[in-house]
């Protein structure tokens, strides 16, 4: 069984012990496993996360372990602009933001935005986090590439990892010198296996062993890489595909562990999240509507810089502020829905719209 196959089952299971403690927290649209949101992931410790590959993407749809990017609205109509919208922020400066975008997206000024007018902004949006992206990572090359060389060994990533993990760094590197036994534990060593096999997969031909900073950068965001994200999408069929046809059915891509569920809130839980993946999947996934998802099917939806993937979404952003039915999003129907765009409520702050405007 995979290692995210593994650590969702486990976690699954001791989210119904700590049912009580967090169910004020938790977002009926994320996944019973997952219930940190991507603010709470970002404002992880840099040190665990600066050379270890992220399990949340910006801009991308779905999560390295499987869940649907539940930000992803946001991340596609934000950019880097996504953290300013902070829920404590005062609503009439959120308000102006907001404002200030909808005349951007409106790139002809006809005071509406239409889909092919939100479709150049998601691939802009989507642009920026690459981007920022590639700045970060040329600190983490820097991190784990010590000599200055502009090549990083697999010994010289595990060495620093294994550091940010608490262990010591000296010792570590003498052992692997020495060719000894690290004496991990069970889980980090499965962490280690999993990720070496990406590391060697980031390594593009001829193979030397050596990851560049470009390299570095496919391994720690596949989402850069046609190579990288063909085994992202290989690895997320693996630990969703339970008749190793290496393709999905929609039983499979809305499973979850028996025995999971103690009370009915739970249960209402886990029914809203079932609701959503059928929804992606039959609406966005599955594009010849044959009931089975192929690999290819799901690359194509896990490419962010697909532009038929960014009209389609476009349309579907339009669709759920769309109150006239029009096709178009007008200033005061995005503010309406603002928390839909944003992840900001902007409450009464949405009247007088064209005071301002």
Request: hydrophobic content about 35%; glycine content about 4%.
């Amino acid at each position: 069984m995979a290692l995210w196959r593994k650590l969702w089952c486990r976690n699954l299971m001791v989210s119904s012990l700590l049912f009580h403690f967090l169910l004020h927290t938790v977002d009926v649209h994320a996944r019973p496993a997952n219930m940190s949101a991507a603010k709470d992931k970002q404002q992880a410790s840099k040190d665990d996360n600066e050379i270890l590959p992220p399990d949340h993407l910006n801009g991308v749809k779905m999560e390295m372990d499987g869940h649907l990017n539940k930000d992803f609205h946001q991340e596609v109509f934000l950019g880097k602009e996504m953290e300013e919208f902070d829920e404590d922020s005062e609503p009439r400066r959120n308000r102006k933001k907001l404002i200030d975008i909808f005349t951007k997206v409106d790139f002809n000024k006809d005071r509406s935005v239409s889909a092919k007018e939100m479709q150049r902004w998601i691939m802009e949006k989507t642009e920026e986090h690459f981007q920022e992206a590639m700045k970060e990572n040329k600190n983490s090359f820097r991190a784990v590439d010590p000599d200055g060389d502009g090549h990083v060994t697999w010994d010289e990533y595990r060495i620093k990892f294994l550091a940010s993990k608490g262990f010591n760094e000296k010792e570590i590197a003498e052992r692997i010198k020495n060719n000894e036994d690290l004496k991990l534990d069970e889980e980090t060593q499965e962490v280690l296996e999993s990720l070496k096999d990406r590391w060697f997969q980031a390594d593009n031909p001829p193979a030397d062993q050596l990851l560049n900073e470009q390299e570095f950068l496919s391994f720690l965001h596949p989402e850069h890489s046609r190579g990288m994200l063909k085994y992202m999408v290989k690895e997320i069929v693996r630990d969703l595909d339970q008749d190793g046809d290496k393709k999905l059915t929609l039983s499979e891509f809305i499973s979850l562990p028996v025995g999971t569920v103690e009370n009915q809130q739970a249960q209402d839980i886990d029914d809203d999240w079932v609701r959503e993946r059928k929804k992606e999947f039959e609406d966005v996934i599955d594009m010849d509507h044959d009931g089975i998802v192929t690999m290819e099917e799901l690359e194509e939806y896990m490419d962010p810089m697909n532009e038929h993937n960014a009209l389609n979404e476009a349309k579907q952003m339009i669709a759920v502020a769309d109150e006239n039915q029009n096709h178009n999003l007008e200033l005061d129907e995005i503010l309406k829905y603002s928390e839909y765009f944003t992840g900001s409520k902007l409450m009464d702050y949405a009247r007088n719209v064209h005071e301002e405007f």
